[in-house]
């Protein structure tokens, strides 16, 4: 039997399992440390650590909490909080009672929150603090299922007591259900055990509402199985090993994040958790994680941000930073071409002269602010650029990009290790099928894919087919050794009017590329007769920017990103990107919108994607009057 055919026919049913044997097997190793500010309020942080067996307490104990609540099998117990160790332990306990987790994000608002709770039927919601608990408030006539509301924070109780109409202990603290637990388990010391024992692998375990670009969202139903495969597959491709330290701060309510948690029981390293997006920098010198996952904004962001400090230091010295990058993307090239050809990662002796003198003057302090220890990062969630991917890996920062869906669990495909390749997703985990459909759509097929929409059997049907291939819904080519490239969304190719394909994505990372101010960039030009773009740019680049400017220096952003001086920055780097594009695909016109794209207005997801038609829809006068006057055929 080969390894992948063990992988698949010998897994255990669920991930619960996997933590009771990860707690056997390493009980006094580290398995979660977390940040706890200081009682003053001022200074760092103190990071403190659960071993594996402490974890498992809290994790029986909320277990045990729930069943005392009425939890039964495969109910749905929700969790609406940031990422944070609570969130963990929760989750794990969620599944060790042989429920189900329903994830919320932290940012969804208040309706979302409530269509989610209700569709899920969603029986306990564990809620980080009184400003989710507030949300369910104003709709708990329409959740009739919902019978508790455990907070995290303890402190927030005050928000939740009898004068504020929760009289009966609707609301309790996650102390509490501890509590709770803890004395049922006095009497019932193997209640957990023995449940964790019965769970079957086609037991839900997760449901995870789809964000979406647009839409209600759909719940997705992930068995515990899912899990459970994922778990051993990301341990097979040998990317990470029990001495590795990962700095995990994804949100959790997204598969990406989740995904990374299940990895870990089965490899059994320890994870520093915090999702605060504010605290990145200052967290990576002290956790000095040796690898950790993220989303392209974030190689964008700090790409941008080097850049952009490189140009404020003088022209000297951005002409020193463009010099280092070019190096850089070249080496990571050429090496990663030798590696494919020969197995070794040779450069030719200049190159490799140049690379050296670029590491000392750049490359090295990148590495540092990443904590100095960094092996690798993974990359997932939408498509990076290929150019800002070859100047990290030349850097030494391995990008090493993956890709998956809610829908299959997340982690379908990856790069491999020393062999990864810079603008591919890598090969697929090991017993993940896949096929390129006749319209170039990618179809997947394996332990990783969904049992379907929850309720929604007709939406089911429209992307699963009876033999278990799922239609993904993005189009990609693959190598002859078995690499995928993503080439688009199949519903977001560009038709112009000419008849010529484009896609938008390709464009706008090239441009995220060439500028360092911009954050986001939507290009628009289906049924026109040529493109358009709409630029959103990065409000602390742009000011150190604009800082040096004549006439916009102690100017607010507002006034800042709809100057001339911007728009004819913007232009300069519309024409080096339209310079690298066919005739087709160049943006003709462009427009600085007068802020940034976020969440808050629902123009991004919570994995920060694009929603293009809530974008072109709120900037639809932009658009038309770039098209203003011209012949649309």
């Known amino acids: 039997m080969s390894d992948t055919q063990s992988l698949i026919e010998n897994r255990p049913p669920s991930v619960a399992t996997l933590f009771l044997e990860r707690v056997e097997a390493t009980p006094e190793a580290p398995a979660y440390r977390y940040p706890v500010p200081p009682a003053s309020g001022e200074g760092p942080d103190e990071w403190h650590s659960y071993t ?5 307490r809290r994790v029986f104990a909320i277990a045990a909490g729930l069943m005392v609540l009425g939890v039964r099998p495969e109910e ?8 944070r160790v609570d969130w963990i332990l929760s989750d794990l306990g969620i599944l060790c009672a042989g429920a189900a987790t329903t994830t919320v994000y932290p940012s969804t608002n208040t309706g979302e929150t409530a269509f989610i709770l209700a569709d899920s039927e969603s029986r306990v919601l564990i809620a980080e603090d009184a400003t989710q608990l507030a949300k369910v408030r104003e709709h708990r006539s329409e959740l009739p299922r919902l019978d508790h509301v455990v907070l995290i924070e303890e402190g927030d109780l005050d928000a939740a007591g009898p004068q504020h109409g929760d009289p009966e202990g609707w609301v309790l603290s996650l102390a509490e259900l501890m509590r709770r637990g803890d004395a049922y388990l006095e009497k019932n010391p193997d209640a957990v055990s023995d449940t964790v024992r019965t769970l079957r692998a086609d037991q839900l375990a997760t449901l995870i509402y789809t964000s979406g670009t647009t839409g209600k969202p759909k719940g997705v139903r992930l068995p515990h199985d899912c899990w459970s495969y994922m778990a051993k597959a990301i341990a097979q491709t040998g990317l990470v090993t029990g001495e590795d330290v ?5 949100p959790l309510a997204h598969v990406f994040g989740k995904v990374l948690t299940a990895g870990q029981i089965e490899v059994g390293h320890v994870t520093a958790v915090d ?4 605290k990145i920098i200052e967290n990576l010198p002290v956790v000095r994680p040796t690898y950790m996952a993220a989303v392209p904004r974030i190689f964008e962001k700090v790409y941008n941000g080097v850049a952009a400090k490189a140009k404020a230091g003088g022209a000297a010295k951005y002409k020193i930073f463009q010099w280092a990058a070019g190096v850089a993307r070249e080496y990571a090239k050429v090496t990663q071409d030798n590696f494919r050809r020969t197995g070794s990662h040779a450069a030719p002796a200049g190159l490799k002269a140049k690379h050296a003198v670029a590491d000392r003057l750049v490359y090295a302090k990148l590495r540092e602010a990443f904590g100095g220890r960094l092996r690798a990062c993974v990359s997932g969630s939408a498509a990076l650029a290929p150019d800002i991917g070859y100047f990290f890996a030349g850097a030494g920062v391995h990008v090493l990009e993956g890709y998956g869906l809610t829908e299959s669990s997340a982690a379908s495909f990856v790069n491999p290790g020393e062999a990864y390749r810079t603008g591919t997703v890598g090969k697929p985990l090991p017993g993940t099928e896949v096929r390129i459909a006749e319209d170039g759509e990618i179809l997947l097929r394996g332990p990783g894919i969904m ?14 087919e009876d033999d278990g291939w799922f239609h993904t819904g993005d189009i990609g080519e693959l190598s002859d050794d078995g690499y995928l490239r993503i080439t688009d969304r199949k519903k977001d190719l560009i038709k112009t009017s000419g008849g010529k394909y484009i896609a938008p994505a390709e464009v706008e990372g090239q441009f995220k590329a060439l500028c360092p101010y911009v954050s986001n960039i939507l290009v628009h030009g289906a049924d026109r007769n040529f ?3 709409l630029i959103a740019l990065d409000e602390p680049s ?14 607010p952003y507002e006034e800042v990103v709809l100057s001339e001086q911007v728009r004819e920055l913007m232009d300069e780097y519309v024409e080096q990107l339209n310079a690298t594009l066919q005739r087709w695909q160049t943006v003709k016109k462009f427009r600085v919108l007068p802020r940034d794209l976020d969440i808050e207005h629902g123009e991004l997801t919570p994995s920060l994607k694009l929603k293009r038609p809530v974008v072109e ?3 639809g006068a932009l658009i038309e009057e770039m098209y203003a006057g011209t012949r649309e055929t």
């Open 531 to 533: 493109c358009t773009a």
């Open 451 to 464: 049992q379907g929409y929850h309720g929604l059997p007709e939406k089911t049907a429209e992307v699963l």
């Open 542 to 555: 742009l000011m150190a920017w604009a800082a040096d400017q004549e006439g916009l220096k102690g100017k």
């Open 52 to 56: 594996w067996s402490e974890a498992a």
């Open 246 to 250: 990962q700095y995990l701060w994804l």
């Open 617 to 619: 829809r709120e900037y």
């Open 275 to 278: 999702g605060r997006i504010d």
């Open 76 to 83: 749905r117990v929700a969790i609406a909080s940031g990422t």
